[in-house]
């Protein structure tokens, strides 16, 4: 496929995820049977969505390659592109190049016990992840599987349906929390880093993904390290430095690495090895 070239792909459905209506889910589905075809993707892998006359911008996968026929963005209006696909509606076309990038480990994952750690819009492609830990055809191969899911207040939560149904599962341990006590809210109260801390999942034969804003993840890589989570057994996502997606642009680098060749999942072990990434 030509990485330059964008797949049509028409606006299916549109869910408003947050109470400022900032956040916004697409769901995709492809105009070309052969792009469906080949397009196989892992949780953690990103596409650049692109608008003709305004650009693209580079967004992590959220649904899960578990769930077929359509590619799921959650994206949040923050400037020309993301404020261009907000004013789409249901039928219109938009181009996609992709999936970009590496992905989480899920093979290394086999048999663990596996912690995720997400903050924020940024929970996207650790959706994805969860949504395909918990099929029935990969629940098996890990042990306990607990998610950590924070943001500043209870509107600014994704998936408000499917973490009700996660609360629910008895093979899923689910704690939510918001930064500041709020009116009905009866989750925990604490920023990401500290409920972790809180929370001490046993890093006993187990692996951890964290993704968020840059000043979430870099006060949670340290609670992960004191609570004994060795570094090569802690991934992170440094998506929000992608360009082009292909390595061409030069504008990711974070020392000789390009996250959107070599990343955009890194350990915490080889980002010791970078210039601060966060």
């Known amino acids: 496929?030509?990485?330059?070239?964008p797949m049509p792909m028409r606006v299916k459905r549109i869910i408003p995820e947050s109470d400022?209506?900032?956040l916004r889910t697409f769901e995709l589905v492809f105009v070309?049977?052969?792009?469906?075809q080949k397009f196989d993707?892992?949780?953690g892998q990103f596409c650049e969505l692109s608008v003709v006359g305004k650009g693209e911008s580079p967004l992590g996968i959220a649904s899960s390659p578990t769930e077929k026929d359509i590619v799921r963005f959650t994206i949040n209006r923050a400037g020309l592109v993301t404020s261009a696909l907000h004013y789409m509606a249901?039928?219109?076309l938009v181009g996609l190049r992709g999936p970009l990038g590496n992905s989480y480990p899920?093979?290394?994952?086999k048999n663990q016990n596996v912690v995720v750690i997400g903050g924020g819009f940024a929970f996207t492609t650790l959706r994805s992840l969860t949504v395909y830990l918990l099929d029935p055809n990969h629940r098996a191969n890990i042990k306990d599987l607990t998610v950590i899911y924070g943001a500043r207040e209870p509107g600014l939560l994704l998936y408000h349906d499917e973490l009700a149904e996660w609360q629910k599962r008895d093979d899923l341990k689910l704690h939510l929390t918001i930064d500041h006590p709020a009116d009905g809210w009866d989750n925990m109260v604490g920023f990401v880093p500290t409920v972790t801390k809180e929370i001490a999942p046993s890093p006993d034969q187990a692996q951890v993904v964290v993704c968020g804003p840059p000043i979430m993840i870099k006060?949670?890589?340290p609670v992960l390290l004191e609570l004994g989570f060795a570094p090569e057994r802690i991934y992170t996502s440094l998506e929000r430095r992608?360009?082009?997606?292909?390595?061409?642009c030069g504008r990711c680098n974070i020392g000789p690495k390009y996250v959107c060749v070599d990343g955009p999942v890194f350990s915490y072990a080889d980002l010791q090895k970078l210039p601060e990434a966060f």
């Open 41 to 43: 993707f892992v949780p």
């Open 242 to 248: 992608m360009k082009c997606g292909i390595g061409k």
């Open 219 to 221: 006060f949670t890589l």
């Open 32 to 36: 070309n049977e052969q792009d469906k």
């Open 90 to 92: 249901e039928g219109d």
């Open 1 to 5: 496929m030509n990485p330059y070239l």
């Open 20 to 22: 400022d209506k900032t």
């Open 106 to 109: 899920v093979e290394q994952f």
